[in-house]
């Protein structure tokens, strides 16, 4: 999100928090929903989730996933000016993934679009808030580039339940490689940037040990620490593009790859 604010001209500051808080809204409503869309399919085979195991009733799951959702809608229509369709855009590819995401294997897809669109949506609202920058074919490159990582993400954690030979064909292995080039895309779509070869190379490095050590766990079978490194990650790739365009918001992606790193060894990441 930080990366999609700075590639529309947006400047690293306080007004990105709104954009934060109303897409955490959203990203927290996707999780609770696919809980309420899966309740069936968890009663057979994960008797153990929330809604199966009576932690929680459906009738309330299904309250607070449309309540966080209405709330993310409105405090980002509020507070941070996006585009109309890439904000319903958002909101239908989060509630169409949790709807078929069981019955279409496809549906991987839909998932990084959701990624895609959160970049476009912080896009959108520095674009209005800068009175229409001009469009960087920068932000197309790496919206698309994340929607295949997220895509390759989505299609190992599928395999957690299954035989861990499963969760490394070469599609997912060729699509966790593609972040690697996200500083060499900033670089050539930003000429004008005054940025020494070492952060570009820092960048590649970093990623690329990163996509290594993810790669090793899930080759080893330990799916859901792959898993938990790959997320991870996404913060990781933020930064390589971030730090090429203000310093101050690579240390912020820096940060937030950090803390989700600690945040996971009290949280599950799958």
Not at 98 to 103: E, L, R
Not at 231 to 252: K, M, S
């Amino acid at each position: 999100m930080v990366v999609g604010w700075l590639v529309g001209g947006g400047f690293f500051g306080w007004e990105i928090g709104w954009l934060i808080a109303g897409v955490s809204l959203l990203y927290w409503a996707g999780m609770t929903l696919n809980d309420a869309f899966d309740a069936g399919w968890d009663r057979e085979n994960a008797p153990e989730r929330p809604i199966p195991s009576g932690a929680i009733s459906l009738s309330a799951t299904w309250i607070i996933g449309i309540g966080q959702m209405l709330a993310g809608i409105a405090l980002l229509m509020w507070k941070a000016n996006p585009g109309i369709g890439v904000l319903a855009g958002l909101v239908a590819a989060i509630l169409a993934y949790d709807w078929i995401h069981k019955k279409w294997k496809g549906s991987v897809l839909l998932m990084g679009l959701c990624r895609t669109l959160v970049y476009l949506l912080a896009w959108e609202a520095a674009r209005a808030d800068m009175q229409l920058s001009p469009i960087s074919p920068l932000i197309y490159l790496l919206g698309i580039g994340v929607l295949l990582y997220i895509a390759a993400l989505t299609m190992v954690a599928r395999s957690e339940r299954g035989k861990p030979d499963t969760a490394l064909s070469t599609l997912p292995r060729l699509m966790l490689l593609i972040p690697t080039a996200f500083p060499v895309m900033v670089l050539y779509c930003e000429r004008s940037l005054d940025i020494s070869q070492l952060l570009l190379f820092t960048g590649i490095i970093a990623s690329s040990i990163w996509i290594v050590y993810t790669r090793s766990l899930l080759a080893a079978g330990k799916i859901p620490a792959g898993i938990g490194a790959a997320i991870a990650g996404i913060a990781l790739y933020d930064t390589t593009v971030a730090v090429l365009l203000d310093w101050r918001a690579g240390l912020f992606c820096l940060g937030c790859f950090a803390v989700t790193l600690i945040a996971q060894r009290f949280i599950p990441a799958t």
